[in-house]
């Protein structure tokens, strides 16, 4: 299993970016994938995860119609679109997978739902919001 993001970067507040993250070695449909962000001296957090199986995606209230996560299952890549960001939106952001379809709340925010955080992870990509 291997996860790549790209498309992380500088932005001043109000900008946007997009990332993606491409994904080989699994079955994409076989699996829930999403995103996280760890901003310095803070929690790795839950951004938007996707369950495969069922096609929903959900999203942290933090950035609740700012983000938009997608899937291009032809190519095995995930977007997160992040329009209007703010100073609190610098982090490091992942991408994480889990070989269960259905999971992709519980891996988002695994300590609300008695689950674990994604078995695997890619490498991460800086985003940085100045204001």
């Known amino acids: 299993v291997q996860l790549v993001e790209s498309g992380g970067g500088l932005v001043q507040a109000g900008g946007s970016l997009r990332l993606s993250c491409a994904a080989s070695?699994?079955?994409?449909?076989?699996?829930?994938i999403g995103w996280f962000r760890q901003a310095p001296g803070k929690e790795r957090e839950g951004v938007s995860c996707?369950?495969?199986?069922?096609?929903?995606?959900n999203y942290a209230e933090s950035v609740k119609g700012r983000f938009t996560m997608s899937s291009d299952d032809a190519q095995n890549t995930v977007y997160l679109q992040m329009d209007s960001l703010t100073p609190e939106d610098t982090a490091v952001y992942y991408c994480?997978?889990?070989?269960?379809?259905?999971?992709?709340?519980?891996?988002?925010?695994?300590?609300?739902?008695?689950?674990?955080?994604?078995?695997?992870w890619g490498q991460g990509t800086q985003v940085t919001v100045s204001s």
């Open positions: 070695g699994f079955s994409f449909d076989d699996y829930s």
């Open positions: 996707m369950s495969r199986s069922e096609g929903g995606t």
């Open positions: 994480g997978a889990s070989p269960y379809s259905d999971y992709g709340v519980t891996m988002c925010y695994p300590s609300d739902y008695g689950g674990s955080y994604p078995d695997y």
